[in-house]
């Protein structure tokens, strides 16, 4: 999933140095009334899509969501998206691009 659509904090001074797993990164980047269209729309679809590949068998689904620099955006995006199916689904998020991430 491209975010690349969502504000950048990079170009953003205060910003440009933290991670998307700063609450500042959230506020800026999800805080518009379009991303919190698409991540309810997000949500729906992934809730659409879980439960038919646990159907057919399949052991874990891999959603990558990307951005420019993959630091912001994607990753509080992808923060999101596991606080909202934890509890529900196993989720396991990797940051690719963030040092120390597991």
Same mark, same amino acid.
């Given at each position: =999933? /491209?975010?690349?659509?969502?504000?950048?904090? @990079?170009? *953003? $001074?205060?910003?440009? /140095?933290? %991670?998307?797993?700063?609450?500042?990164? #959230?506020?800026? !980047?999800?805080? !518009?009334?379009?991303?919190? /269209?698409?991540?309810?729309?997000?949500?729906?679809?992934?809730?659409?899509?879980?439960?038919? @590949?646990? +159907? $057919?068998?399949? %052991?874990?689904?891999?959603?990558?969501?990307?951005?420019?620099?993959?630091?912001?955006? !994607? *990753?509080?995006? %992808? $923060?999101? =998206?596991?606080?909202?199916? $934890?509890?529900?689904?196993?989720? +396991?998020?990797? #940051?690719? /691009?963030?040092?120390?991430? %597991?």
């Amino acid at each position: =999933m /491209d975010v690349r659509f969502l504000p950048n904090p @990079y170009f *953003v $001074e205060d910003l440009k /140095d933290l %991670a998307g797993t700063d609450s500042r990164i #959230h506020d800026f !980047s999800l805080g !518009s009334t379009e991303a919190q /269209d698409f991540l309810s729309r997000f949500q729906r679809l992934l809730e659409f899509l879980l439960p038919l @590949y646990e +159907r $057919e068998g399949k %052991a874990y689904l891999t959603v990558a969501v990307g951005c420019t620099g993959g630091r912001h955006r !994607s *990753v509080a995006v %992808a $923060e999101r =998206m596991q606080k909202i199916f $934890e509890g529900q689904f196993p989720v +396991r998020v990797k #940051h690719r /691009d963030l040092k120390n991430s %597991a």
